[in-house]
C-alpha cells in the first residue's frame, strides 16, 4: 500500500486563501445588502412604467426610446459616433424591419 502524497502549504499560502476567502464573503455580504436595498425601488420604476402604458401618456415603444435616449445623454456619447455605427450596422445587417 502506498502512502498519500502530502503537500506542505506555507503560512504565507494559507494566509492568502484566508485573506482572499474575507474579502470575497465581505463582499457578497456588501453586495447582497445593496441589492436587497436596491430592489424597492425596481419595483417602484416597473410600476411607473405600468402607469405611464394603462393611462396611455406613452407607448412601451415611446418610453423604451425615451429611456435609450436618456442613456445616451447620461453617458455624453457622440451622437456622430452613434450615428457612424448605426450606419455600419445598417451596410452590414441591412434596415430594421
Known amino acids: 500500500m502506498s502512502k498519500p502524497n502530502l503537500v ?49 401618456w406613452l407607448t412601451r415603444e415611446d418610453l423604451w426610446a425615451a429611456v435609450k435616449a436618456y442613456r445616451i445623454y447620461k453617458a455624453a456619447a457622440s451622437m456622430d459616433d452613434l450615428n457612424d455605427m448605426f450606419t455600419l450596422i445598417e451596410k452590414k445587417f441591412g434596415p430594421a424591419s
Open 8 to 56: 506542505v502549504i506555507s503560512e504565507e499560502e494559507d494566509e492568502y486563501t484566508t485573506t482572499v476567502e474575507e474579502y470575497v464573503l465581505s463582499y457578497l455580504k456588501s453586495l447582497h445588502a445593496l441589492e436587497e436595498a436596491i430592489e424597492p425601488y425596481k419595483e417602484q420604476k416597473k410600476e411607473l412604467r405600468k402607469e405611464y402604458i394603462d393611462n396611455d
